[in-house]
C-alpha cells in the first residue's frame, strides 16, 4: 500500500527541479538542499540513494563543483544538521516549515505540488461520529498527534484540541484508518494522502467524514538567509519555467504536479496561526 504518490524517491526529484532553476554556484562552494518530507511513506534510508543520483546530475548540468541533497523524514534530524551542513535551499513539508522558520529565518522561495503529496487538508473520520463534537472525549488515533501546536492552532484552526481525545499512539500512515476499523479508536485524524487510501484498506468505505480542516498551502521551498537576494531572484524567475517544454513529461512521470515561485506572503496566514 502506498500513500504520497508512490515511492519516496520522488521526493528527490523535486530537489533536481528545485536545482535545475538554480544558477551556477560560485567554483568550490557545495550547494546543500534538505528535503524534510515528515508522516510520509517510505524511509530516508530508501530515498537516499535516488537524491544522490539526481543531485551529481544537478551539480553536471549546472556546473557545480560540488552539490549534497540529504533527505529527512524528521525536522529534529535535519535541524541538527543544519549547523555543519549549511544548507542553501529546502523542501519541507508545511509543518516542518513552520516549526523550523523563526529560529533559522527561512524565507518562501516557491512551493512545490506533488500528486497526493498529503498535509494539504485534514480530516476526522469514524465510523459512527457524525461531527467534530461525537469525536470528542473519545479515542482518537493520529499520526500527525506528535507536532500539537501544529495540529491545533494550524490544522484545527483552534477548533479543537488534541487533550479533548483519549490519543491512542500511531506511527505510520495506515495505523489510524486500522485503529478504527479494528475498534481500538472510535475517530482517526488523517490527511488528504490518507484518505485517498480508503478505498484501498479494507472495510474503507464503512469510513466517513465527521469533520475536515480548510486546504492548507503546500510544501515549501524554502532559502536560508546566507544566499543572497540577487540568487533568490533568479531563481524564483526560472522556477515556474522548470515542468515546461521537454522537461514536462519528465515532471508528470515522477509526480511533480507544479513548481512555482511563491513568498512568505503566500503563508502568512499560517505563519500567523502557527505563532512564534
Same mark, same amino acid.
Given at each position: 500500500?502506498?500513500?504520497?504518490?508512490?515511492?519516496?524517491?520522488?521526493?528527490?526529484?523535486?530537489?533536481?527541479?528545485?536545482?535545475?532553476?538554480?544558477?551556477?554556484?560560485?567554483?568550490?562552494? +557545495?550547494?546543500?538542499?534538505?528535503?524534510?518530507?515528515?508522516?510520509?511513506?517510505?524511509?530516508?534510508?530508501?530515498?537516499?540513494?535516488?537524491?544522490?543520483?539526481?543531485?551529481?546530475?544537478?551539480?553536471?548540468?549546472?556546473?557545480?563543483?560540488?552539490?549534497?541533497?540529504?533527505?529527512?523524514?524528521?525536522?529534529?534530524?535535519?535541524?541538527?544538521?543544519?549547523?555543519?551542513?549549511?544548507?542553501?535551499?529546502?523542501?519541507?513539508?508545511?509543518?516542518?516549515?513552520?516549526?523550523?522558520?523563526?529560529?533559522?529565518?527561512?524565507?518562501?522561495?516557491?512551493?512545490?505540488?506533488?500528486?497526493?503529496?498529503?498535509?494539504?487538508?485534514?480530516?476526522?473520520?469514524?465510523?459512527?461520529?457524525?461531527?467534530?463534537?461525537?469525536?470528542?472525549?473519545?479515542?482518537?488515533?493520529?499520526?500527525?498527534?506528535?507536532?500539537?501546536?501544529?495540529?491545533?492552532?494550524?490544522?484545527?484552526?483552534?477548533?479543537?484540541?488534541?487533550?479533548?481525545?483519549?490519543?491512542?499512539?500511531?506511527?505510520?500512515?495506515?495505523?489510524?484508518?486500522?485503529?478504527?476499523?479494528?475498534?481500538?479508536?472510535?475517530?482517526?485524524?488523517?490527511?488528504?494522502?490518507?484518505?485517498?487510501?480508503?478505498?484501498?484498506?479494507?472495510?474503507? #468505505?464503512?469510513?466517513?467524514?465527521?469533520?475536515?480542516?480548510?486546504?492548507?498551502?503546500?510544501?515549501?521551498?524554502?532559502?536560508?538567509?546566507?544566499?543572497?537576494? #540577487?540568487?533568490?531572484?533568479?531563481?524564483?524567475?526560472?522556477?515556474?519555467?522548470?515542468? +515546461?517544454?521537454?522537461?514536462?513529461?519528465?515532471?508528470?512521470?515522477?509526480?511533480?504536479?507544479?513548481?512555482?515561485?511563491?513568498?512568505?506572503?503566500?503563508?502568512?496566514?499560517?505563519?500567523?496561526?502557527?505563532?512564534?
Amino acid at each position: 500500500m502506498r500513500i504520497g504518490g508512490g515511492s519516496p524517491w520522488r521526493w528527490g526529484v523535486a530537489v533536481v527541479a528545485l536545482a535545475l532553476a538554480v544558477p551556477c554556484a560560485a567554483p568550490a562552494q +557545495e550547494v546543500g538542499v534538505f528535503v524534510v518530507r515528515e508522516h510520509g511513506v517510505g524511509s530516508a534510508t530508501q530515498a537516499q540513494p535516488y537524491l544522490d543520483r539526481f543531485m551529481a546530475l544537478a551539480a553536471q548540468l549546472n556546473g557545480w563543483s560540488a552539490a549534497k541533497g540529504t533527505y529527512f523524514t524528521s525536522r529534529t534530524l535535519a535541524e541538527a544538521q543544519i549547523p555543519a551542513v549549511k544548507p542553501h535551499y529546502a523542501i519541507l513539508s508545511l509543518g516542518a516549515f513552520l516549526g523550523l522558520r523563526e529560529k533559522h529565518k527561512l524565507a518562501v522561495v516557491g512551493h512545490v505540488e506533488v500528486w497526493r503529496g498529503g498535509g494539504k487538508q485534514y480530516f476526522l473520520v469514524s465510523k459512527e461520529a457524525a461531527d467534530l463534537k461525537s469525536c470528542k472525549g473519545k479515542r482518537l488515533s493520529s499520526d500527525h498527534a506528535d507536532d500539537p501546536r501544529f495540529v491545533e492552532r494550524v490544522v484545527a484552526g483552534g477548533a479543537f484540541k488534541l487533550a479533548e481525545f483519549t490519543l491512542v499512539p500511531a506511527t505510520r500512515p495506515l495505523q489510524p484508518i486500522k485503529h478504527v476499523l479494528g475498534g481500538d479508536a472510535d475517530c482517526a485524524l488523517i490527511d488528504d494522502a490518507q484518505q485517498a487510501e480508503l478505498g484501498h484498506v479494507e472495510g474503507g #468505505a464503512e469510513l466517513r467524514v465527521a469533520w475536515s480542516s480548510r486546504e492548507l498551502p503546500p510544501m515549501v521551498v524554502a532559502v536560508f538567509p546566507e544566499v543572497d537576494a #540577487a540568487e533568490r531572484q533568479r531563481l524564483q524567475e526560472s522556477m515556474a519555467k522548470i515542468c +515546461e517544454g521537454e522537461a514536462k513529461a519528465a515532471c508528470n512521470e515522477v509526480g511533480i504536479v507544479s513548481l512555482k515561485p511563491a513568498t512568505d506572503k503566500d503563508y502568512a496566514g499560517v505563519v500567523a496561526l502557527y505563532g512564534k
